[in-house]
Nanobody
């Protein structure tokens, strides 16, 4: 069974940093794009960053560009999201998700969340003012 498990969420002060992890089991990332989405209370789920194992590219939403960074540990089959200079309105549940045999990330980033394949259960990130 293909599964994703997020970890690393928690409480951080505004301007602080957290690193989220997304560990995969039941499959390897080799042919996938891996995305990070977040969902704030009462709001829709939106994408913030993507990494493609197909061509090594990354793509970030304008709201996080320059502050969030994707990375991958292939041996651990784990993807990371480093989040710096966090803001209170970024309080949300953060999810990782995958898309097999993806198109270019510029297209993936504009694909609805419903178009992604496997989802983790999410990690809560709370940014205090």
């Amino acid at each position: 069974e293909e599964q994703l498990v997020e970890s690393g969420g928690g409480l951080v002060q505004a301007g602080g940093s957290l690193r989220l992890s997304c560990a995969a089991s039941g499959f390897v990332f080799d042919s996938y794009a891996i995305g990070w989405y977040r969902q704030a209370p009462g709001k829709e789920r939106v994408g913030v960053s993507w990494l493609s194992r197909v061509d090594g590219s990354t793509y970030y939403a304008d709201t996080v560009k320059g502050r969030f960074t994707n990375s991958i540990d292939n041996n651990a089959n784990t993807v990371y999201l480093q989040m710096n200079d966090q803001k209170p309105d970024e309080t949300a549940v953060y999810y990782c998700t995958t898309l097999n045999h993806p198109p270019p990330l510029s297209i993936v980033a504009h694909t609805s969340a419903s178009g992604m394949d496997v989802w983790g259960k999410g990690a809560l990130v709370t940014v205090s003012a």
